[in-house]
């Protein structure tokens, strides 16, 4: 009962740093100046708090320990495809292919008359969308978001 009421307090510490800190799926529809201070501050608030963020998803999953083939960072979720969101997503692997890793790249696909959606969540080495690369050995361990 106790260990469960920490997890609880944990994820509800990550929730409130999230709420507190205003970031989540923002859609961009054109490159305006506002979208441009959006994507920005989202990009420097995931690098202020993203250590924090990460210490409390961790703690509300009860991950304790880590080796070197196991860490975990929170980074920026680039959107593409139909509009252009930004989020965060924590990612996990071995802790050098963790380093590289830089922001997740979301790639959504609609078929089917838009009645199905494929959405690939892929964690890349740069925040530029023209020259990113995947990072074998990574992958997606949580994704961050507030509704608005």
Do not use: C, H
Not at 2 to 30: C, H, P
Not at 68 to 87: E, R
Not at 123 to 134: E, F, G, M, Q
């Amino acid at each position: 009962m106790l260990r469960q009421t920490r997890k609880w307090k944990a994820l509800s510490g990550v929730i409130a740093a999230v709420f507190v800190m205003g970031f989540g799926a923002v859609q961009v529809r054109a490159l305006d100046l506002g979208s441009v201070i959006k994507v920005g501050g989202i990009g420097f608030l995931v690098k202020q708090f993203g250590p924090d963020i990460n210490k409390a998803i961790n703690a509300a999953f009860g991950k304790k320990s880590f080796d070197p083939y196991d860490a975990t960072k929170v980074v920026p979720i680039i959107s593409l495809g139909n509009g252009g969101y930004v989020g965060a997503a924590q990612v996990q692997g071995p802790a050098r292919a963790i380093d590289e890793v830089q922001a997740v790249g979301q790639i959504e696909v609609a078929f089917g008359n838009k009645s199905f959606r494929i959405k690939a969540l892929v964690p890349v080495d740069s925040l530029n969308p023209t020259k990113v690369s995947r990072v074998k050995g990574t992958g997606v361990s949580a994704v961050i978001d507030v509704r608005i």
